[in-house]
């Protein structure tokens, strides 16, 4: 409905969808609450009153505020279809999304795209998206497809699509990359979503001064309040593996509200149902000492603004009516959500629509009778992958080998395992061969084709036999991800939707990857989330090493360097 008809309902000459009452009510313009009603008209908050409305709700004692913004997410991180994930976050509060597909755009191109344009397009959820800027996210990888600066621009003039996504190929910026900049370019006008784990001094200028306004991968105060002074929104990153917030919470104050946001990323099943999404986020916050009123704002008309959603993030006449109804605002204790005036989630049951997920075939070209896990022997040290809990960033180690007949062989007595990409996309047969400590896998192997960017197959183990089966039943499966022993598959979960999502119910999902942790932790490993770990292994943008199909990837470098030192 066109603004201009809602004027009637507004000055109280026609009655109003509904009305209402008796909430306490967040301002987040002069950040209080207040004792207002809410008259509401074709999903649109028109005033705080009305003479006359069709329905009436009482909210004694309620505290009402607006519906919560993801700042950066990508849904198939979730695993889950995006009707799905709507189940999931929906009666958690979080009413809109900012969500980069590059994910499914590195698998599929354009037509993943559009998938996830259709699959969000009835969704009580506002899905909005950045058009993804790396595809691939490196030329250090194989990715399934290649976004060029047209198909950019192509995108950009897509509907419910906001700007350019995280630019993550920094070096490539920095280097001065005509392609990179081709796409920035295309953008220019637009958001721009930075990317630049570590960047610090001329280098974050200079990637400033190309176009990002907004980073989420800060991991100390220090790099955060850089970013800040350098004109950067910082993004305040809580996902699954990547859990930032305790360390950048002082950086969010009433003054750096306007700046400073909240984002998921990355957040698998298992803590979206057991722990939560935004209101997960704004819980530890607010626990942390930031005010609530501080915190809400934050996390909703402030981030609305930043991506240029001029009618989200607030309860005011000419916003859209997406409000929580919260018992407890500094628990975040969520009991009903309304998107446009409608209530889509009461007591953590989801109301909103449900139909048939959509397929997506995955590609699968691998040449399993030719695969090859073998890793021979060099002279010296090996370069190893170390894994930090809880970070997405990595540390290079050296380490001399198990070797046994001029072979490396996986080390579970000292927690040196081997790992393997395997390229599935375009069938070049490319393998990149690596080792890794932190697992602590004592037998067995974990392989998925969730493997961030390009979404390959990457399987960690202590054998190369499990390692060989492990592949070989992917490639059965269709995509997806398990755990092997003695050639055995003791837990998968198939994700038939670009290898990357399930068609499955949120609950079947969440079940179906407890029992994947289960059966990692029986072998031995101690990761809260070995998937989400092993997904970013295989990500040469965040330092320091990494693995793709094409070797071993130093990224401070950004080069592909061998795996022995000598």
């Known amino acids: 409905m066109a603004r201009r008809d809602l004027l009637k309902a507004a000055l109280g000459k026609e009655a109003c969808d509904l009305l209402v009452q008796g909430g306490q009510v967040l301002d987040v313009f002069s950040g209080q609450f207040r004792p207002v009603d809410l008259a509401i008209h074709a999903g649109t908050v028109v005033g ?79 899905v909005f998206f950045m058009a993804p800027s790396c595809v691939p996210a490196s030329p250090l990888e194989t990715a399934g497809a290649g976004l060029g600066a047209a198909e950019i621009a192509q995108v950009l003039s897509w509907p419910r699509v906001l700007g350019l996504g995280e630019v993550m ?10 392609d990179l900049w081709a796409k920035i370019e295309a953008a220019r006008g637009r958001r721009v979503d930075g990317h630049a784990p570590g960047l610090t001094g001329p280098s974050l200028w200079a990637y400033a001064l190309s176009g990002p306004r907004t980073d ?11 970013k800040l002074g350098t004109g950067l929104h910082v993004l305040i990153r ?45 819980r530890k916050a607010i626990s942390g000492g930031v005010d609530p009123e501080v915190a809400f704002a934050s996390a909703t008309v402030h981030t609305a603004r930043l991506y240029g959603l001029h009618d989200l993030g607030a309860l005011a006449p000419g916003y859209r009516a997406d409000f929580l109804v919260l018992s407890d605002p500094r628990r975040v204790k969520v009991e009903a959500v309304y998107v446009e005036g409608r209530k889509v989630a009461e007591g953590g049951l989801y109301q909103g629509p449900s139909f048939p997920v959509q397929g997506s075939p995955s590609p699968m070209n691998v040449h399993l009778k030719s695969l090859s896990l073998r890793v021979t022997a060099g002279p010296g040290q090996a370069r190893v992958i170390r894994v930090l809990p809880d970070q997405v960033v990595t540390e290079e180690v050296r380490r001399m080998p198990k070797v ?17 990409v395997v390229e599935r996309h375009r069938g070049t047969g490319n393998v990149g061969l690596g080792l890794v400590q932190g697992f602590a896998l004592r037998r067995g192997a974990l392989a998925s084709t969730v493997a961030h960017d390009s979404h390959n197959i990457i399987v960690v183990g202590a054998s190369d036999e499990d390692m060989h089966t492990a592949v070989e039943e992917l490639v059965k499966m269709g995509g997806g991800q398990l755990v092997v022993e003695k050639g055995q598959v003791l837990a998968s979960l198939p994700l038939p939707v670009a290898g990357l999502m399930s068609d499955r119910p949120l609950e079947e999902v969440h079940r179906l990857s407890q029992g994947l942790r289960q059966a990692a932790r029986a072998l031995g490993c101690k990761l809260p989330d070995p ?36």
Not at 408 to 417: G, K, N, S, Y
Not at 554 to 564: G, K
């Open 404 to 420: 046994v007949g001029g072979e490396v062989v996986a080390d579970p007595d000292r927690d040196v395992l081997k790992l393997a």
């Open 238 to 282: 809580e996902g699954t593996a990547a859990r930032n917030l305790a360390a950048l919470l002082p950086l969010l104050n009433p003054r750096s509200a306007p700046f400073v946001h909240f984002c998921t990323d990355d957040r698998e099943p298992e803590t979206l149902v057991e722990e939560g999404h935004m209101d997960d986020v704004l």
């Open 216 to 226: 989420h991968e800060c991991t100390s105060l220090e790099e955060a309040r850089e």
């Open 48 to 126: 705080f009153g009305a003479l006359e409305a069709q329905k009436v709700e009482r909210m004694e004692g309620a505290f009402i505020v607006p519906g919560l913004i993801d700042a950066h997410v990508h849904l198939e991180s979730s695993r889950l279809s995006p009707q799905e994930f709507a189940r999931a976050v929906v009666p958690r509060g979080t009413t809109a999304v900012i969500a980069d597909p590059h994910e499914i755009a590195n698998v599929l191109g354009l037509e993943g795209l559009r998938y996830m344009l259709r699959a969000t397009q009835h969704l009580p959820l506002k």
């Open 531 to 566: 998937f989400m770990t092993l997904s970013f292994l295989a990500l040469p943008v965040i330092p320091a090493l990494k693995l793709t199909d094409l070797g071993l990837v130093d990224v401070q470098e950004f080069r592909v360097v061998p795996l022995f030192l000598g």
């Open 169 to 178: 190929n920094f070096p490539g910026v920095l280097a001065g990359d005509c």
